[in-house]
């Protein structure tokens, strides 16, 4: 049964892949695989030996004994945490992407264009990657992620130049998430496992992540596509459509600001500050697209579609659902592999078998091999059962330089191919990121990236 | 902290029922209270006496004793528990949506309207009173309701009528899903806790519950507004858009079928088979929109249109998010009430305070004004808590009669108000039902429906 469940999701996983070829949609085979991977756990689940609790992180002791009813309540239960936590990101995504819809109905961007003085595009890069890189380690590399991309489309209207920006978001975006506590989700466990302290997480990571961002943007910088400026095609003259254009950016901007302060006062998941924002700025949207109304009633058709539909129905109307769909089947399909212990079991082989690189600090201790290879693993499946495994399988003390290395490789290993981490999903959703072209023009820069980052842990690591 | 919650809860009920006067869109009242009353208990948690465990049905004990890490960790999980329950309701929703939207765009539906040979409208209306009915007892009432509106707003293009045949889908769905183990959360609730046997509760409640959903529909077919015929406008001629009309009908309605099979087969929650129908009817939309591409290959304009906008993209950007969004919020906002115990010590407290009725059967039971009232208590807030605590007050052995008549009360009794059961709200949004109106000229229709129901159920109970 297990093998069966690979083997569907090796299937669905090439069909995405494929997708341009197949010239079918990205969503079908994802919500396809989900469906029957979920299934097939169902119908047979007497004969799988092992469960992964995802809610604790860990594989499940005694899973065999247990009776075929329990077995199955144990399975609704992690179906629903799974949803729930796939349903935190959608939600956030929607909310997300509705404010900056709503901002660009007030044209709220052509502002930004004009702060954004330069029109060089080497330039850009800098800014969208610092933003990245920091954002990342405030709220967590999924929410910046998202954030920088929605903005991105509103800016940048060249297609060629904004996928190299949104692989290089990617890129820092996991490189910022994992020298910050909050920054990513593995990072998390191992700061919440007690693994790693907050203090000298940062002091081990800070400059191997800021490495992994700087060297892939100082190559990409030389690239043919950030060559020249940017294309203004003369919009500044119909920008003025809106008085309220800059209202609405400071409002949309502060509102989702708003949302790391949100949790970090109550400690509620981000999506809920989300929504919170996203009713703020709809009210103000409301009221203003009012009051332009009554104001400039010169034309009237045009007051007319717009006393129809306010703007944050428009908004809403222009949300990409397949998007939508598509991360629901990939992050539950995952999430199936994951509670059959599949990705745990991988880890722990692959500790198993890697022979020593003799760079390691002490010769006992695990090799410097196995943690790149979770890094390079990461970017083939879901990071987080790898972290979960290692956490498992290896018995260093609080502090010791090898979990700083982890979270290092597992959050930025994840970058060298589209799938590989949460961040790099949804930019595939939003950007309509081709596998193959991520590969060929993303995936080389987030390996120099990646190894220099590793290389310079190494240095650091005897540091301190 | 627990008045302040209760009193944003009442402005964001209001709000919503008076959605058309503040000419503010429902969605950001119920956004707002949902964020708002969890922050409150997130900032508050320390000062709260009770906790409801949602995932037991069941108060916790010795919440006040917990350490404030451990109230922090157990919020966090019931959060993710009523987010994942709420996400299995929306992802249920996206897909019956998607599938009646393409089902539209090959204009399948025309079909069904040569099918439906009358065209009285008092014969509509018992078509979909019984379908509502047995298909609600078969998969469940939000279900039910979900599939029939969606096919509602496609055959019946007159808005009064359709408003009265929801509204009347909404009583027979909630009527249908009181006597089957499987149609209603709470009869779902009482029948896992072992209060009552499928036989019984067949037996017990299936004249009553058809009672409570035949004598509205027989007042309600003499109403003004179902004299008459519907109005065909002459639509028949331009049916001959798409020779796959039938063929997609036929597919998309078996793919629906099948849900409540795979639901029986794998045990797993709808929401799964729904996505997997859903993928399969995306395939084959597909390949019937690439056959019609090569076939008619004269109208190059309209041709390039559909390569363009495939069937399903076209069809996901049909659906109303706003909706889906609504129900977000108002589910999550009557989630943070239940956690908190509040509508479990509104039951218990009315228990206490009423006075027996003296119909009851055995002198030393219940009275049969409680139960009564639990129903018209469940159209005022949500009937899961409500059930829940009348598991937890009533000692009564297993096929008492009063976990039935408890069991048809909380399952109908909600029908009276829009919001007063998950089907209504679902309807609520689908349909954009005024508050105010459902009130004025269903409400009375329901609660008819309800105590005659309840009335017969006084004398089926003697019979067993």
Same mark, same amino acid.
């Given at each position: 049964?297990? $093998? ?21 949609? =990205? ?50 239960? /992690? ?60 709220? &967590? ?101 809106? =008085? ?108 198993? /078998? ?13 090799? &410097? ?29 609080? &502090? ?65 | ?51 409801? &465990? $949602? ?54 539906? $025309? ?86 046997? /499928? ?167 219940? $009275? ?93 109970? /003697?019979?067993?």
């Amino acid at each position: 049964m297990e $093998s069966a469940i690979i083997f569907i999701f090796v299937v669905g996983y090439l069909a995405i892949a494929f997708e341009h070829r197949l010239k079918i949609d =990205k969503l079908i085979p994802a919500l396809s695989m989900m469906a029957i991977c979920w299934a097939l756990i169902a119908l047979g689940i007497e004969s799988l030996p092992n469960w992964y609790d995802a809610s604790k992180h860990a594989l499940l002791e005694g899973f065999g004994s247990f009776s075929s009813t329990e077995k199955m309540h144990l399975m609704e239960e /992690t179906l629903l945490h799974h949803l729930g936590k796939t349903a935190e990101i959608l939600v956030f995504l929607l909310g997300a992407m509705t404010i900056v819809e709503i901002i660009n109905y007030f044209d709220g961007f052509s502002t930004i264009k004009n702060l954004v003085k330069t029109r060089k595009k080497t330039r850009l890069i800098w800014v969208f990657s610092i933003l990245g890189f920091f954002l990342s380690s405030v709220i &967590d590399n999924l929410t910046a992620t998202i954030i920088l991309i929605s903005i991105l489309q509103k800016i940048v209207d060249d297609r060629n130049t904004r996928l190299y920006l949104a692989g290089l978001i990617i890129i820092a975006a996991n490189a910022g998430g994992a020298w910050s506590p909050i920054g990513d989700v593995t990072t998390t466990m191992l700061w919440m496992g007690n693994k790693v302290s907050t203090v000298l997480l940062v002091q081990y990571l800070f400059i191997p992540s800021m490495l992994c961002t700087v060297v892939p943007c100082i190559i990409a910088s030389f690239l043919p596509v950030f060559k020249g400026s940017l294309d203004t095609e003369e919009q500044v003259e119909e920008r003025t459509a809106s =008085k309220f254009s800059t209202p609405m950016l400071i409002i949309g901007l502060v509102a989702i600001v708003f949302v790391p302060v949100f949790k970090m006062i109550t400690h509620l998941p981000p999506y809920i500050g989300m929504m919170l924002s996203l009713s703020v700025v709809a009210i103000f949207a409301e009221i203003l697209s009012k009051s332009k109304f009554s104001i400039s009633s010169v034309t009237s058709g045009e007051n007319d579609t717009h006393g129809h539909l306010g703007p944050v129905l428009r908004s809403l109307s222009r949300i990409e659902l397949p998007s939508i769909l598509f991360f629901l089947g990939i992050l539950m399909a995952v999430a199936a592999l994951e509670s059959l212990g599949i990705l745990f079991q991988f880890a722990t082989s692959l500790k198993s /078998t890697m022979p020593m690189l003799g760079t390691e600090l002490h010769h006992t201790g695990v090799s &410097d091999l196995v943690i790149l290879l979770l890094g390079v693993g990461s970017a083939v499946i879901d990071n987080v059962p790898l972290v979960a495994a290692s956490l498992g399988m290896f018995s260093e003390p609080m &502090d010791n330089e090898i979990w700083h290395f982890i979270a290092f490789s597992a959050g930025t290993g994840g970058s060298m191919l589209i799938i590989g981490s949460a961040a790099g999903v949804v930019a595939m959703g939003m950007e309509k990121i081709d596998f193959f072209w991520y590969l060929k023009n993303i995936g080389w820069l987030a390996m120099l990236g990646f190894l220099s980052g590793a290389a310079s842990f190494m240095v650091m690591r005897t540091l301190f | 902290m627990e008045a302040v919650i209760i009193f944003v809860f009442i402005v964001g009920y209001l709000a919503i029922t008076l959605e058309h006067t503040i000419k503010m869109d429902k969605l950001v009242p119920a956004l707002v209270m949902m964020a708002i009353c969890w922050a409150l208990i997130a900032l508050g948690i320390d000062s709260f006496p009770n906790w409801f &465990d $949602s995932s037991k049905h069941a108060m916790l004990d010795g919440f006040g004793a917990l350490a404030s890490a451990d109230k922090m960790h157990l919020l966090e999980e019931t959060l993710l528990h009523h987010l994942g329950k709420t996400a299995e309701i929306l992802v249920f929703l996206l897909g019956a949506m998607t599938i009646v939207e393409i089902i539209d765009y090959f204009d399948g539906f $025309s079909t069904i309207k040569d099918l439906v040979k009358t065209k009285k409208k008092s014969k509509i209306l018992w078509i979909f009173a019984f379908l509502a009915f047995f298909l609600s007892a078969i998969i469940d009432n939000l279900t039910a309701t979900i599939v029939l509106i969606s096919i509602l707003q496609k055959i019946v293009k007159e808005r009064d009528t359709r408003l009265f045949l929801a509204g009347m889908i909404i009583i027979a769905a909630n009527a249908g899903g009181a006597w089957s183990p499987i149609g209603d959360v709470t009869t779902t609730m009482l029948w896992i806790g072992n209060k009552v046997s /499928t036989g019984h509760l067949v037996g017990y409640l299936l004249i009553p519950s058809l009672l409570c959903m035949i004598v509205p529909t027989f007042i309600a077919s003499f109403l003004p507004v179902f004299k008459g015929d519907l109005d065909v406008e002459d639509q028949a001629e331009e049916k001959k858009k798409s020779k796959y009309s039938a063929t997609m009908l036929y597919i998309g309605l078996s793919a629906i079928v099948f849900v409540p099979v795979f639901k029986v087969i794998t045990h797993l929650p709808p929401y799964i088979g729904m996505m997997l129908s859903l993928s399969v009817v995306v395939i084959f939309a597909e390949v019937y929109s690439r056959s019609k591409f090569s076939l008619t290959a004269y109208d190059g304009a309209e041709s390039d249109a559909h390569a363009h906008h495939s069937p399903v993209h076209h069809s996901l950007s049909k659906i109303e998010l706003p909706s889906i969004l609504f129900f977000l919020g108002i589910l999550m906002a009557v989630a943070s009430l239940e956690s908190l115990g509040i509508l479990f010590q509104f039951a218990t407290s009315l228990k206490e305070s009423m006075p027996m009725l003296g119909t009851e059967l055995h002198d030393e039971g219940v $009275s049969d004004l409680v139960i009564l009232l639990l129903g018209v208590g469940s159209a005022v807030i949500d009937n899961v808590p409500l059930v829940a605590a009348s598991l937890g007050m009533f000692s009564e052995a297993m096929d008492n009669e009063l976990w039935h008549f408890v069991a048809y009360s909380a399952g109908t009794g909600g029908s009276m108000l829009v919001f007063g059961s998950a089907a209504g709200v679902v309807a609520m949004g689908m349909e954009k039902i005024d508050f105010f109106w459902y009130l004025k000229n269903i409400a009375w229709l329901a609660a008819v429906g309800f105590l005659v129901g309840a009335g017969a159920f006084m004398v089926t109970r /003697t019979w067993f």
